[in-house]
T-cell receptor
């Protein structure tokens, strides 16, 4: 019954590898997001998609590529992983892009560790 | 530019004591304001929000917040803290343009003493 789910919860990998994080929401929302939380717990938006269309791309390196196969899924693929990519990545969703779109529901996070 | 400042990085209160977490924002228009809570190892949960209307908003778990335009503040309060309230608290402001973009403060860690 989880509203926003992410897999995997933990991901440990070596520099230079390519990895993906998957996100699914069962809330029937139109909009989904990826956030990055760094080691100081600072949260910053990376991407948002509305009805599978990219809305926000916050100057994220192009090694990061989001993909939205349908409204309920937003995956994050990362190429050539670097040490600085180590962080917790959160997926979130919201109903739409009206003001209620700011009321976002977050997944449990994926802790990525690059060694 | 829009920004959110949470002046207190870490706060410790005794169980049963009152709590106030500070949040100041910078935004040109009437902001959409939020408080989220993050328990250890968990995602963020929305505590309460302000869009318009009554400046005192009630949230879940006994929390409330007051929007003060003149002070550009949206402080979170709870009259009596429980040990289970120990967590990370984030204030956020909704960015302009109906993009859904949330700008977060740096968070306040709340520790509760027995």
């Amino acid at each position: 019954d989880t509203a926003v789910s992410q897999t995997p919860k933990y991901l440990v990998t070596q520099m230079g590898n390519d990895k993906s994080i998957k996100c699914e929401q069962n809330l029937g929302h139109d909009t989904m997001y990826w956030y990055k939380q760094d080691s100081k717990k600072f949260l910053k938006i990376m991407f948002s998609y509305n009805n599978k269309e990219l809305i926000i791309n916050e100057t994220v390196p192009n090694r990061f590529s989001p993909k939205s196969p349908d409204k309920a899924h937003l995956n994050l693929h990362i190429n050539s992983l670097e040490l600085g990519d180590s962080a917790v990545y959160f997926c979130a969703s919201s109903q739409d892009l009206t003001r209620t779109g700011y009321e976002q529901y977050f997944g449990p996070g994926t802790r990525l560790t690059v060694t | 530019a829009q920004s959110v400042t949470q002046p207190d990085i870490h706060i410790t209160v005794s169980e049963g004591a009152s709590l106030e977490l500070r949040c100041n924002y910078s935004y040109g228009a009437t902001p959409y304001l939020f408080w989220y809570v993050q328990s250890p190892g968990q995602g963020l949960q929305l505590l309460l929000k302000y869009f318009s209307g009554d400046t005192l908003v009630q949230g879940i778990k006994g929390f409330e917040a007051e929007f003060k335009r003149s002070q550009s503040s949206f402080n979170l309060r709870k009259p009596s803290v429980h040990w289970s309230d120990a967590a990370e608290y984030f204030c956020a402001v909704g960015g302009s343009g109906n993009t859904g973009k949330l700008i977060f403060g740096q968070g306040t860690t709340l520790q509760v003493k027995p």
